[in-house]
């Protein structure tokens, strides 16, 4: 079966995680991705967080699959001119340097134009034009400066960034939708256009919901979901709001049986209105279904702490499985807290292709996270990262360098 991105040529540019998010998606979609790194080195993230020695590391190996690798000096003047012709041969080139990096490199917007004028340029940048346009960014700095962190955690403790690598992997997301759209406004106007995601856009395109509260808070004074309200107070500026719902249904994440051994033994519960007098009935408090301080959705606001303790008191009784069964049972929206070991064997995941087996020459087999949307027509089968250079050889010739003219520019160290 065909691919969406059947003959789609991307030249990637990109390095450790927020630009091979994206380039590793548009692969798995069907585009020929070929990597540039330098000679000897590659991509950073080759050696960092290394558990085998000289091997490739997970944080490499989980962010290239289905690419190719080519080595390329592009400031060496023969390394700029195979640069060159890849720029000629492709349809996008996808970039996430420090900002600057492709100018200083001789790579101006102007020249790749020249060069190829249906190229499209996606980049991403820690910031978008403004004060901050020259910073480098890594992945926490972007959830600090998205939004995320001052609006994470809880409301005595210092800002926390997530576990979810929304500034990275949530930006490379960003950047892969305008690409695909790029591609998609060239078939009318024949031309290619920048695309740029910086990663504190990103972010706060993911944090949007606080952006409405502290709009909201504004406005009232008050949010009446939060765990602030009754008793606690609120500033000039969206609290931190633990494990509150970002939405209208009030929900926290409540201990379950085994906690007290298990770090995860919780379940979130979501106590939605709909379903309210079937909460009730499961936890034992039938009268709450028509006690007038109970009964609605306002009424219970202010008495959320009380309502989640006594909520609690049942959840702890059951493992996290246990109250999920019975909870579904009556659809009261509810989720176990899953630990990445229970993530990684869990068998549901292997069989959608979301978790993933997959063997490396160097390596052996390791777990990936596979492609997580799924196209009827275009299914994604995942392939290991390629070794530094693998494929330079092959993309070369496909270039038309001659195998006489590629052991040259090898031995000059431009490739
Ligand atoms: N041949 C020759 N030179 C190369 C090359 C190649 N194949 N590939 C890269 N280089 C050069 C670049 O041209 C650059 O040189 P100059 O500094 O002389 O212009 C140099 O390598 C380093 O590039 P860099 O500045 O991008 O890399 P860094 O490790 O110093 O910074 C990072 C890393 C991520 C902070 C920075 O790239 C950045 O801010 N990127 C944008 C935001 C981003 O994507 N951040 C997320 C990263 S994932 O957490």
């Given at each position: 079966m065909?691919k ?5 040529r991307i ?6 995680q ?5 380039t ?7 585009a020929d991705?070929i990597?540039?790194?330098r000679?000897?080195a ?12 000289d091997?490739d590391?997970?944080?490499?190996t989980?962010l290239n699959?289905?690419k190719?690798s ?10 700029k001119?195979?640069l060159?012709a890849?720029?000629q041969?492709?349809d ?8 600057g990096?492709?100018?200083r490199?001789?790579?101006?917007w102007e ?6 004028p249906?190229?499209i ?8 034009p403004g004060?901050y346009?020259d910073c480098?960014?890594y992945?926490n ?5 998205g939004g ?5 955690g809880?409301d ?7 576990g979810a ?5 949530g930006?490379g997301l960003h ?5 695909v759209t790029?591609?998609?406004?060239r078939?009318?106007?024949g031309?290619?256009q920048k695309?740029l995601?910086?990663?504190?856009d990103g972010v706060?395109?993911?944090c949007r ?5 502290q ?7 008050v949010m009446?979901e939060?765990?602030?309200y009754p008793?606690g ?6 609290p931190?709001?633990g494990n509150?719902?970002?939405?209208g249904?009030?929900?926290w994440i409540?201990k379950?049986?085994?906690w007290?051994a ?5 379940i979130y519960?979501?106590?939605?209105a709909?379903?309210w007098?079937?909460i009730?009935?499961?936890?034992g408090?039938?009268e709450w279904a028509t006690d007038p301080?109970y ?7 202010p008495?959320?702490?009380e309502?989640?303790g ?5 959840t ?7 109250a999920?069964e019975?909870l579904?049972?009556?659809d009261?929206?509810c989720?176990p ?8 064997e ?7 292709g979301?978790?993933?087996e ?10 990936t996270v596979g ?6 027509d275009s ?6 990262s390629p070794?530094?250079g693998?494929?330079t050889?092959e ?6 360098y001659?195998s006489a003219?590629?052991?040259a520019?090898?031995?000059a160290?431009?490739?």
């Open positions: 065909g969406a991105l059947d003959g789609v030249l990637d540019f990109t390095h450790v927020s630009g091979p998010t994206c590793q998606l548009l692969a798995w979609f069907g991705v990597k540039v790194e000679a000897g590659g991509d950073i993230t080759r050696e960092q967080l290394r558990d085998i020695p091997v590391s997970l944080y490499f989980m699959h289905n190719r080519v080595t390329i000096d592009t400031k060496n003047p023969e390394g001119q195979v060159e890849l720029i041969s492709c996008v080139l996808v970039e996430n340097f420090a900002p990096a492709l100018d490199m001789g790579f101006t020249r790749i134009q020249e060069l190829n249906r190229m340029v996606a980049s991403v940048k820690g910031f978008g004060p346009e480098k960014v992945e700095v972007a959830q600090c400066a995320a962190a001052s609006t994470t809880f005595d403790g210092p800002p926390v960034v997530s690598q929304i500034g990275d992997s930006t950047l892969a939708l305008g690409i790029a591609l998609f406004q078939v009318s106007t031309r290619g695309v995601a910086a990663m504190q706060l395109n993911l919901v606080k952006l409405r509260d709009q909201r808070l504004e406005r009232t004074g009446k939060y765990p602030q008793n107070t609120f500033g000039e500026a969206v931190r709001a509150a719902s970002g939405g249904q009030p929900g409540l379950c049986k085994g007290e298990d770090p995860n033994a919780y519960f979501i106590t939605q709909p379903v007098a079937k009730c009935n499961v936890i408090k039938e301080d009964a609605t959705p306002a009424a219970r606001l008495r959320l702490k309502i989640f006594e909520i609690e008191r049942w702890m009784s059951k493992t996290k499985f246990e999920m019975i579904n049972k009556y009261i929206p989720g807290i899953l630990s990445m070991k229970e993530i990684a869990e068998p549901s995941l292997r069989k959608t979301t978790i993933v997959v063997d490396h020459p160097q390596r052996g087999k390791y777990l492609n997580p949307i799924k196209l009827s299914p994604t089968e995942v392939t290991r070794l530094l693998e494929h050889n993309v070369m010739a496909e270039l038309g001659t003219q590629i052991d520019l090898r031995a160290g431009a490739i």
